[in-house]
C-alpha cells in the first residue's frame, strides 16, 4: 500500500455520530499513553497524522484515517485512572459500541507496554474480543527500552499472562527504531489480499 496516499478522515466523540462503513476496517486498541498515535504516524512514515501527547487519556474520540479502501480506527484509550466517571463511561461506550455496531472489521491490533505484564483491562480486552471471536495481534510497544534478550523474554511472560501461550501472534514495536512496522504491515497486507480473493471467487 502506498502510505502516501493516507488521510485523516474524520474523528466522532458519540457512538451515534460514527458513520456506516464504507470498505474493510483495521482497530487500534491499548491503555492510556501507551503508544497508539505514534504507532499510527510511525507506519504511515508521518510525523503528526495522529496527534501525540504526554498526557494520557488525550485521545477520547474514534479516529478514522483511510488508506485506499481501508479504513484504520484508532479507539479511545483505556484505563486512565484520572479519567472522571463520565468521560470513563463515555469511552467505555465508544470502545464497546464500535465492536458491538457489526463493522466490517478484519483485525483488532491490541497495543500493550513490553516492559510490564498485561494490566486488569487489557486482560478485560483481550478475553472480550476472544469471547466474541474477534480476530486480533498483540503489539508490544516501547520495544526500544529493552534489550533483545529482555523483548523475547517478555513476549513469553505477557503471552502466558493472557493465557494465549498458543496461537497469540506478538509484536515487538519501537516508534523509536522502526522495529515492527513491516511485521505489521504483512499481516495487513495479508488480510487485505486474503478479501480481494473472496470477492474475487
Known sequence: ??????????????????P?????????????NVGKSSLIN????????????????KTATINFYRLEDLRFVDLPGYGYAKV???EK?????????????????LLTFVLMDIRHEPSKDDHQM??????????????????????PNKVKEMQKVIARSLDCDEGLTTIPFS???GQ?????????DDLVSDEQDESEQ
Open 180 to 188: 515492527g512496522v513491516q511485521d505489521i504491515w504483512d499481516i495487513v
Open 20 to 32: 456506516q462503513p464504507v470498505g474493510d476496517e483495521i482497530a487500534f486498541v491499548g491503555r492510556s
Open 126 to 147: 483481550v478475553d472480550f474480543l476472544i469471547e466474541n471471536e474477534i480476530p486480533f495481534v498483540v503489539v508490544l510497544t516501547k520495544a526500544d527500552k529493552l534489550t
Open 84 to 86: 472522571g466517571k463520565e
Open 89 to 105: 463511561r463515555r469511552f467505555s461506550s465508544l470502545i464497546n459500541g464500535y465492536f458491538a455496531c457489526d463493522r466490517p472489521l
Open 1 to 18: 500500500m502506498n502510505t502516501n496516499l493516507v488521510k485523516f478522515e474524520a474523528s466522532y466523540g458519540l457512538m451515534s455520530q460514527l
Open 42 to 57: 510511525k507506519i504511515m512514515c508521518r510525523k503528526a497524522l495522529a496527534r501525540v501527547s504526554g498526557v494520557p487519556g
Open 175 to 177: 516508534s523509536v527504531t
